[in-house]
């Protein structure tokens, strides 16, 4: 999973970021597919701040590449493309539930997180279908990454049944990031109930 970073690369990787912001979008694009797993996921962030037409089009094409690590990347970089405003998430959830399906386990587990993100405001009903069907994948990161998203979820009690199982699960990561979506969907609750002030 992309955000497999350990503490000892921490001042690395703010290095590497800092040094990004000087960086036009063209050559950005050129290093989100580098060897380093720190470049990589450096870029990605700064990618996500800039946003734009340019980078969503370089991303769309990006998620059919041969290469795993490719199709990785590019689904993460989607999922908080453009942080809080959005501005291609329909777009993006299209491309990204298909991906729940491929080949590699790490992007089926970006593409799963990356729905979560997208849909933090608001899922719609093809998303939480399509999460709730690899609630059962056999790989603990996507497994994870789906208890995580389904925390923005409807809360309907088919969710709230996988969220249940995902916080018993064998794997501690999943049991955890299940309970991160029990809290979310919690959270979501709460906020609704609670008056508005004026």
């Known amino acids: 999973m992309i955000d497999g970073i350990d503490s000892e690369s921490e001042t690395l990787r703010i290095l590497v970021y800092q040094a990004l912001k000087a960086y036009k979008i063209k050559p950005l694009l050129k290093l989100l597919f580098d060897d380093n797993l720190i470049v990589r996921t450096a870029v990605a962030r700064e ?3 800039r946003s734009g037409r340019i980078i969503f089009n370089f991303l769309k094409i990006h998620l059919k590449n041969k290469k795993a690590i490719v199709r990785e990347i590019s689904a993460f970089t989607l999922g908080q493309l453009g942080l809080q405003e959005k501005p291609f998430k329909s777009q993006s959830l299209a491309l990204l539930i298909p991906l729940l399906k491929d080949r590699s386990t790490d992007v089926r587990s970006a593409a799963a997180a990356a729905l979560g993100h997208l849909c933090s405001d608001s899922m719609p009903q093809s998303v939480e279908k399509a ?16 208890g995580f998203a389904l925390g923005y979820s409807s809360g309907s009690s088919e969710v709230l049944e996988i969220l249940k199982d995902l ?3 064998t794997n501690k990561n999943v049991r ?5 979506g029990m809290n979310l969907l919690k959270g979501k609750k709460l906020s609704k109930k609670s008056p508005k002030l004026e």
């Open 167 to 169: 916080s018993v699960d």
């Open 131 to 146: 999460l709730i069907k690899v609630a059962k994948d056999k790989s603990c990161d996507v497994r994870q990454c789906t």
């Open 176 to 180: 955890g990031w299940a309970k991160v």
């Open 47 to 49: 990618l996500q701040m």
